[in-house]
């Protein structure tokens, strides 16, 4: 006699493999007889940062160890005060991010010399308020949020000319709503996501329109669930993360139909070896397996307790809470307190 | 990665006698590798040996074609470029010759993004601004440089035509040296080629109205002149036939009227979609079938009645009926979004 549903495999959650997925964030420090470890190394403390935040949201954060990943972050450390993606690797803001992040998350940040970050990080505006990744001088929204975000970490964004960020992130939105790179730059999910970010821990989202941007953001849902990052472009899954944090923040993650968005994640999963990949079939990296189980958080999957995640920050809303930085809540604009 | 095969076949810098005197500088985990296969085994060479050149911050030719090859494997290695950067100014390399290398590193590497703001370096090197201020927009396009750098970006977008760094970086060369009419000749090819390329409909936008730089964002949006702003609804126009349901040329011709010339939206594009959408019109079927005919006219109707008050009702009236007729027909994935739009058409407002 079949019972109505099939019994659901040890460590599978309505579908989601949390186990599997525990395995192969576990697994990826040691794949050194693959060619994509190496291709990495240059990014090596972000996918530390991916990995840590994926663990926490499945409530497996301490299946890393703590001292080893401590003591491998700051050796990424630089003189200038920055870190590198990797142990010798020039100082860029993307991998000071993941650095004081994963600090954070271990509640180890005071193990390094902050006051160095601080610099490092406030001496890349210039005087038109525009921020740089490195002392090479790419120009990017991204960086405008990461300094941002960085300095908050020290309740040291008054060393900022926030101003001019706000300028700056303000002149980068475009007729549709959306926000681009840069000023005149085509609206892209992702720069959405710094870019609301950075305005939420200022207290300046009045500088965003609510209701074309949610808008915008709602249209990036496309007919087989998933979601786009811009207008006519594939689904992937990390739109999960850049387009639900922003709605988040908005007020409007109901605009998007959740159920159907969770199906699109899970179908994503590889099943076998674990890890969540851009789209069903393709192969399964770090980051995809972070921002999928960011995006179901967001879309309130209900099969398995994921732990909340701060959408401005993208870590767990519990530590952004004992790190002091849940604050930006209280500064959304009074207006948008409807349902 | 591709393009590296013929890379496996080069003899390893261990055993290469010009490089003797160096010692290169391993890999921490390289100890613990176990059965390593043969490409690794390269490009743990090659990262050794350049770990090494760099450590003692050596300035020759050999760690320049050394970095060469580090990035055509790994472009996205940022601290690579940096290096390569200052070996290019130290040694006084050829820009033309650089330039010819990006290029062929941006076919194997298209979606890299160290190689954009690199060659912009290049160039704002190789041809100051002000030594070609006097020239015409005409003059200008058919500078060798310019006209090489134009032709590098739309070879990007070939490759992809959504490549969003290749269009910003025709923004850059477009504003850094003032070749606007040139630009609006291209998108119009690219929106010909592909309708539904929201970038070419971005850059439009970028080319009518600018990018705002050198001014504050809290400066009021300039207004767009009668005759530009029935030019780009004609056109607008022409492209919605094309493909009724590509969400780009609605929201760009609502986005750029709601900015620039928000009367046009009622004087003259919601005629205009009205006679499409029209019982008996070639097109009525398919337009008034779209999602973004009913939301647009919302816009619209909502932008109206603001304006007009005295008709206000009435207008908020078919807006309203629009919402529903998009929450349970037209766009039923979105209808959260719709029962709220309609909340909010009120005469309060």
């Not at chain 1, 395995?23 to 840590?52: A, C, F, P, Q």
């Not at chain 2, 010909?192 to 080319?207: G, I, T």
């Not at chain 2, 009518?208 to 207004?223: F, Q, T, V």
């Amino acid at each position: 006699m079949a019972s109505g549903k099939e019994q659901e495999e040890e460590g599978v959650y309505g579908g989601l493999h949390v186990d599997k997925h525990v395995e192969y964030v576990k697994s990826l420090d040691k794949r050194h007889n693959e060619i994509e470890y190496w291709m990495t190394e240059h990014l090596r403390v972000s996918g530390i940062y991916w990995g840590l935040v994926a663990l926490h949201l499945v409530g497996r954060q301490d299946t890393l160890n703590r001292e080893q990943v401590i003591a491998y972050v700051k050796s990424c450390q630089n003189s200038d005060g920055g870190f590198g993606g990797h142990v010798g690797h020039d100082s860029h803001l993307l991998y000071t991010m993941s650095a004081v992040q994963i600090l954070v998350m271990y509640d180890a940040l005071d193990q390094i010399d902050g006051a160095k970050v601080v610099s490092f990080v406030s001496g890349l505006q210039d005087d038109a308020g525009e921020v740089s990744g490195d002392q090479w001088g790419e120009k990017d929204t991204r960086f405008a949020f990461i300094s941002v975000a960085i300095l908050s970490f020290f309740g040291a964004t008054d060393r900022l000319n926030t101003d001019g960020i706000v300028d700056y992130v303000c002149r980068s939105m475009n007729y549709d709503g959306g926000f681009g790179s840069q000023p005149g730059g085509e609206s892209h999910a992702a720069q959405v996501y710094t870019c609301v970010a950075a305005l939420a821990i200022l207290g300046r989202l009045d500088g965003v329109d609510r209701e074309r941007l949610s808008s915008w953001l709602a249209e990036r849902q496309v007919a087989c669930g998933g979601l786009n990052g811009r207008p006519q472009k594939l689904e992937d899954v990390c739109y999960s993360w850049w387009v639900l944090s922003s709605l988040q923040v908005l007020g409007r993650v109901h605009w998007i139909d959740r159920a159907r968005l969770c199906d699109f994640i899970l179908s994503a999963q590889d099943t076998d070896a674990g890890g969540i990949a851009d789209r069903p079939g393709d192969i399964a990296d770090v980051y995809h397996t972070c921002f999928g189980l960011c995006g179901l958080s967001l879309a309130g999957f209900d099969k398995f307790p994921l732990e909340e995640i701060d959408p401005v920050y993208c870590m767990p809303a519990k530590i952004i809470e004992r790190a002091g930085l849940r604050s930006w809540v209280d500064k959304i604009p009074k207006s948008w307190n409807d349902k | 990665m591709s393009d590296s095969d013929s890379d496996c076949f080069n003899v390893p810098l261990k055993e290469q006698e010009e490089w003797e005197d160096v010692t290169p500088i391993p890999q921490e985990e390289e100890a613990n590798t176990v059965c390593p296969i043969a490409y690794t085994d390269e490009y743990s060479d090659m990262m050794g040996y350049l770990r090494a050149v760099m450590a003692k911050c050596e300035v020759s030719q050999r760690a320049l074609d050394l970095t060469g090859r580090v990035i055509k494997v790994n472009p996205g290695h940022y601290t690579v470029w940096m290096y390569r950067k200052k070996l290019v100014e130290e040694l006084g390399t050829d820009s033309e010759s650089e330039l010819d290398w990006v290029t062929e590193i941006s076919e194997i590497h298209h979606k890299n993004y160290q190689l954009w703001h690199y060659r912009e370096a290049l160039i704002s090197r190789l041809l100051d601004p002000k030594t070609v201020e006097d020239l015409t927009q005409d003059q200008l396009v058919g500078h060798p440089a310019i006209r090489r750098e134009l032709l590098f970006a739309s070879n990007a977008i070939d490759g992809d035509s959504k490549n969003f760094h290749a269009w910003s970086y025709r923004q850059w060369i477009v504003r850094t040296y003032g070749i606007w009419d040139q630009e609006l000749v291209f998108i119009e090819t690219m929106i010909n080629e592909d309708v539904r390329n929201n970038s070419a409909w971005n850059q439009r936008y970028f080319v009518l109205i600018g990018d705002g730089r050198g001014k504050s964002a809290s400066e009021p949006d300039p207004p767009l002149e009668d005759s530009l702003a029935d030019r780009e609804i004609d056109y607008a126009i022409e492209k919605i036939i094309l493909a009724p349901n590509n969400e780009c040329p609605w929201s760009y011709i609502t986005g750029l009227l709601l900015r620039h010339a928000p009367k046009k939206l009622y004087t003259t594009l919601l005629p205009k979609i009205q006679e499409l959408a029209a019982a008996g019109s070639d097109y009525a079927a398919c337009i008034a079938s779209t999602a973004m005919y009913w939301s647009t006219l919302v816009d619209i109707y909502e932008c109206q009645a603001k304006a007009l008050p005295d008709q206000a009702s009435a207008l908020l009236d078919i807006a309203r009926d629009a919402c529903d007729l998009l929450a349970s027909d037209h766009d039923p994935m979105r209808n959260r979004y719709w029962d709220f739009r309609k909340s909010q058409l009120t005469m309060s407002k």
